[in-house]
């Protein structure tokens, strides 16, 4: 309601007419973002966890988890907070005397990058997720009516030999794709990976 209105040019609003000023209250802030930033300084938990801040494709899995069984959802945050109760975290803030070494193969520490890309005890573990990876392309490639090569044996100028997982060929336009799941154990990773990748089969 406008006072000056409803009041004559004349007359002025009393003291109880005069509406109440708005108070201006400060802004929350962003918690989340805050408690992300903690987070990330963390020494062991917080291990190049920034990489998946706001990345659609790696947190995917957690907004669709449904039909995934709880036992795994609960290992797969664990691995992906630096939780999992590999020796290394378990030493953590102990004595220097704490046993860290892999209780499998003996290499110097057990951590997540460990037991995810290099233990021999998990090798048919990789191999199976390796295989299932590819099989997640081929389906989507088929779906998109590309010609599918699996594992074939080609050789280069210098009779080297070369196999990568698959090759899609469709009219006058061949991808190459060699699959390899990578530990972020550092921001660049992954485009390390890609890089290493591209050079092997540039030629």
């Known amino acids: 309601m406008d006072i000056s209105k409803e009041l004559g040019e004349n007359e002025q609003a009393s003291e109880w007419e005069i509406p109440t000023p708005k108070n201006i209250f400060p802004r929350p802030c962003d918690w989340r973002k805050q408690e992300f930033i903690n987070w990330t300084k963390l020494l062991s ?36 907070a630096n939780v999992y109760p590999t020796r290394e975290f378990l030493a953590t803030g102990r004595k220097d005397n704490q046993l860290k070494s892999c209780q499998h193969c003996g290499a110097d520490t057990e951590n997540c990058s460990r037991i995810i890309s290099y233990c021999p005890a998990v090798q048919d573990a990789r191999i199976k997720r390796h295989n299932y990876l590819c099989e997640l392309l081929v389906k989507e490639a088929k779906k998109k009516e590309w010609v599918i090569f699996q594992e074939p044996l080609l050789r280069d100028d210098n009779n080297e030999l070369y196999k990568s997982d698959l090759v899609f060929v469709k009219g006058d336009q061949a991808l190459v794709v060699d699959i390899t799941v990578r530990y972020e154990s550092k921001s660049t990773s992954l485009a390390d990976a890609a890089t290493e990748k591209i050079k092997k089969y540039q030629h």
């Open 45 to 80: 938990q917080g291990h190049v966890i920034s990489n998946f801040e706001k990345d659609k494709i790696s947190n995917n899995w957690i907004e669709h988890y449904r039909g995934i069984p709880h036992r795994k959802i609960i290992m797969a945050l664990q691995l992906r």
